[in-house]
């Protein structure tokens, strides 16, 4: 929900952040344990493979590279971002968009490297929002990239509903931040 109000922002063209939406923000993440913050890490790396992997489907459809194709311009962006995205965490952003296009999980990959910073945190938050808006420009629709993550949730639920156990934990494929 952070992803799709930040890129409703950006495409209403508000500059900074809410202050009502920081402070609820801010309340949420401060009632997060530590289990909690590595389950919020482990959803925003979802989000990075969920993206990439549609990225992937669509460019191998074209017949491209999708690391050829998404990692430059998403590691230029988040250059020209140096107040959110410190340049030290930009290599460990073009790692983790890596692993994703491969078919690896981020969260995974990330995880030899020991505990995230604060730096990574922000950067990783700015590469998802910055993948959600790669795939709904490609797809041409603004909400693109939450329907798709909303309608994945939706089909995870209703499997672990019906008693298949589906979601992220269950299935290696999904390759999100679970321990797979």
């Known amino acids: 929900m952070v ?57 191998e459809g074209r017949d ?30 073009a790692g983790l968009v890596i692993a994703a296009g491969t078919g690896l999980s981020p969260s995974l990959w990330r995880r030899p490297y020991g505990e995230w910073t604060k730096e990574e945190m922000t950067a990783l938050e700015a590469t998802a929002l910055l993948l959600a808006e790669h795939v709904n420009r490609i797809a041409g629709d603004r909400d ?9 949730l939706s089909r995870a639920e209703g499997e672990a509903a019906a008693g298949a156990g589906g979601g992220p934990g269950s299935d290696p494929s999904w390759g999100g931040g679970g321990d797979e």
């Open 3 to 59: 992803i799709d109000s930040r890129l409703k922002a950006v495409h209403d063209g508000r500059t900074g952040t809410d202050p009502e939406r920081q402070k609820l923000l801010d309340q949420y993440t401060a009632s997060l344990d530590l289990e909690g913050v590595h389950d919020l890490l482990d959803g925003a790396c979802t989000l990075v493979f969920m993206f990439m992997k549609w990225l992937r489907g669509v460019h």
């Open 64 to 93: 491209r590279d999708v690391i050829g194709h998404v990692v430059p311009s998403l590691v230029t962006t988040l250059r020209m971002m140096p107040r959110s995205v410190s340049p030290e965490a930009i290599p460990t952003m």
């Open 144 to 152: 693109f990239a939450t329907r798709m993550i909303a309608e994945a």
